[in-house]
């Protein structure tokens, strides 16, 4: 299975900051990786495609980019609205699997 | 627009089977455009487990983790898919998403990796 580790695990925002999560990959897995953003309670919200394709409807301040192992998400400037946990996704291989999350909370 | 609702017991005894549906509505499990249907799973205050899927014609892809306690089906002529998880613990205590897999329409790896439609999720505890 590839592992996929997320850092920071948490991290304290504030609004307008500049908030960057990457994801490294334990294995080359190009640019076959997902963000998804999820709030308390819901489902998770499919963000991000291909590493840095947003979905239709997805706000411009969220953005993604790399490939290979290190991958990084990227909100330029963080709305209240954003406050959530942050998941990447890799399908490179099955099983597919998810990094552990970056929870964002207000600083 | 097309929604996901789960179904099924909230309460499973220890060594008992899991077993949950997934309806669909506002859309066709088979039609024209390829879809696998899936599930994941989160334990309360964890991260992202992913089950498994299955295509509409039967085929299944599960997780190595889960296989030989995972079985899902696909009934097309209720527009439903499910999930039958045997001899469960306390460690399967979670809640289960069912979800609509699509391929990227940007990166394609030949696996449906999009999760792009959630159910709302249905807790299920195991728990004597």
């Known amino acids: 299975d590839i592992q996929l580790t997320q850092s920071p695990s948490s991290l304290s925002v504030s609004v307008g900051d500049r908030v960057t999560i990457t994801c490294q990959a334990s294995?080359?897995?190009?640019?076959?990786l997902n963000w998804y953003q999820q709030k308390p309670g819901k489902a998770p919200i499919l963000l991000i495609s291909?590493?840095?394709n947003l979905e239709t409807g997805v706000p411009s301040r969220f953005s993604g980019s790399g490939s290979g192992t290190d991958l990084t998400f990227t909100i330029s400037s963080l709305q209240p609205e954003d406050i959530a946990t942050y998941y990447c996704?890799?399908?490179?291989?099955?099983?597919?699997?998810f990094g552990q999350g970056t929870r964002l909370d207000i600083k | 627009q097309l929604q996901l609702q789960e179904s099924g017991p909230g309460l499973v005894k220890p060594s008992e089977t899991l077993s949950l549906t997934c309806t669909v509505s506002?859309?066709?499990?088979?039609?024209?455009?390829?879809?696998?249907w899936g599930w994941i799973r989160q334990p309360p205050g964890k991260g992202l487990e992913w089950i498994g899927y299955?295509?509409?014609?039967?085929?299944?892809y599960y997780n190595p983790s889960l296989k030989s306690r995972v079985t899902m089906s696909v009934d097309t002529s209720k527009n439903r898919f499910s999930l039958k998880l045997t001899s469960v613990t306390a460690a399967d205590t979670a809640v289960y998403y069912c979800?609509?897999?699509?391929?990227?329409?940007?990166?394609?790896?030949?696996?449906?990796?999009?999760?792009?439609?959630w159910g709302q999720g249905t807790l299920v505890t195991v728990s004597s």
């Open positions: 294995q080359d897995i190009s640019n076959y």
């Open positions: 996704q890799q399908y490179d291989s099955l099983p597919l699997t």
């Open positions: 291909g590493a840095s």
């Open positions: 506002g859309g066709s499990i088979s039609g024209t455009t390829t879809y696998y």
């Open positions: 979800a609509r897999h699509s391929p990227s329409f940007y990166a394609s790896s030949g696996y449906y990796g999009d999760i792009d439609r």
């Open positions: 299955v295509y509409d014609s039967g085929t299944t």
